[in-house]
């Protein structure tokens, strides 16, 4: 008989068959409870990644919203520049004028410049005839 089928003979006499299923039940039962508490640990991970984010969302909107006070107080007074200034609506002096392009939004600043493009090229033809 090999030394190997000896062993196997010797094993399977000292636990028996009823020892063996135990065994493999209570090592399942450990594999289990590792897989619950690791995803535990993951969960509790997972959640305090969650807080640091709305910790981070929450100061990006205080931030953002002091930059939108911030910016509607200089356009307020920007417009009362405007408001005091000596010239008049449709008459804007160059200043104002200046002063309300950069109030206007992007689209409209870009269509006042195709306007002043196009008053331009006007005046370049008029100048040629
Ligand atoms: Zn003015």
Redesign the pocket.
Known sequence: MSKIAKFRIYQSAKTPKKQQWEDSLRGKLEVKHQIRTDTINDLENFSQDLQHISLVVESIQNNYQVLLTENSRLKSTLLEL?DD???WKGN??E??QKILKSLAPETTRKKLNTAQEYEEILKQLRKLG
Do not use: F, G, L, P
């Open positions: 405007v200034c000596y010239c804007r002096c200043k104002c």
